[in-house]
């Protein structure tokens, strides 16, 4: 699988409650440990429409700036971006 679709996959299964991020991989090649979680009942119940709204502009406006081309001087903006929208998955 690419890893920009598997990417992509990863943060929509976060997004929508179904994985949770037990520990981040970081260097010396540790890896990332995920666990299901139940937080994806929140998201059935009707007024829960607004949050999914929400997380899928999230989900859409990271894939376009993954998708953006950058100079070399705007590298670290664009990551830093990226992070924070990502954060913002976890808090919506």
Sequence with gaps: ??????????????????????????????????????RWHRFCAPEAEPQLDKIGAILK???ILQREKCEVASKSEKRQRIAALRKEVFDA
């Design 61 to 63: 406006e990271i894939q």
């Design 1 to 38: 699988m690419c890893s920009k679709v598997r990417s992509r996959a990863t943060w929509q299964l976060i997004g929508y409650g179904f994985i949770d991020v037990v520990r981040w991989g970081r260097l010396e090649r540790n890896c990332t440990i995920f666990a299901l979680t139940d």
